[in-house]
């Protein structure tokens, strides 16, 4: 890939070039948002009465969490990622910091996991954003680095993403860590690395994850998931429950679904999680295949329209940010859904603007939102466009 860089400093907002907005992706983001709040409601509302609480009290939470999303969205489509190059290395220092902090007596858990901080009302989620955070570093060390990448060049990448990845697998949280992974090798892959040097990072991460079973350093827990995937039928009532409920409210749901509201399974709570991690099944049961195959759709659009921005990026480096965040979304979409209909095993990744939580769904809107500035400014600079892709 060979670009051609004009010697000058970037600016905030070039007026001499319009910021036209991404009208598909804006429009596939807000309609996903509004659906995620409707099946928020209708994966809690029948809870919530049956306890005698407000039956919306989860809807508008969310609902606060989704208009700070949209703020961010459009300060971040504000920013110029050439502009943010310099900031790069502190954000990566405080992301990793804040992740330091979520291991301390400061950190709040909630079971097994520590990976919050307690803000007062509402709980920080640091590994949400250290993704994002992690994008730019690599895009910032491969954008200035040799094609095809030294071995030095690719092992400074691994660094940079195995320390706040060692860090969340310490909370422990294997869902988030395998996001980095996969993050890293595509980054790696469109920033020039051999496929000597990527088959090597390959064997190394099977290598490790067997040394990590060896050692027995993967929590109980998480080996349970991936036993009850191998073999479901044995733990049908107890470890696979979860998947089985899914695959139940899914299935029920056949062509159109049972309507909104109509769904047994979502109505009776027998999908745990169902407004986070299983927000999908609420979807299926209710909407049907139609209705999973229109969100599906929804994801494609925006997962396309990251790659044209990326294709379209005037620096290498706008063009690397682009293509670790659509890597992001493209692990997340793929893991969540294939986790409800049996594909995956449970990791507990959210499904991007749809999932319950506010963390993920500013995170996520941030991520958009960087992608976004990079289509609106990719002809500010006709010089600093990709000559080839």
Known sequence: MAYTVQDRSPVFLDRDSPLRPDITLV?????LAAIGL????SATAPGLSARGLDPTAELKEQAI????????FGVASSIDLMELKGFVGPIYAISIGLLLVVLTPLGDSEGIAQRWIDLGPIQFQPSEFAKLAVILMLASLLAGAAVPLTWQTTLRAVVFVAVPAFLIFSQPDLGTMLVFGFVLLVMLFVGGATLRQLGFLALVGVIGTVGLFQLNQIDEYQINRLTAFLDPASNELSLSYNQVQSEIAIGS???FGKGLFEGSQTNLQFVPVQASDFIFTAVGEQFGFVGGAIVIALFGVILFRLLVTARSARSRFSYL???GIAAMFAFHIFVNIGMTIRLMPV???PLPFMSSGGTVFVAMSAALGLAHSAWIRRNMTLAERPSEL
């Open 27 to 31: 429009v596939a983001y807000l309609v």
């Open 38 to 41: 409707l099946m928020v409601y």
């Open 65 to 72: 969490f989704v208009v700070i999303g949209f703020i961010v």
């Open 253 to 255: 749901g056949g062509l």
């Open 321 to 323: 940010v682009v293509t």
């Open 347 to 349: 990791t507990g990744l």
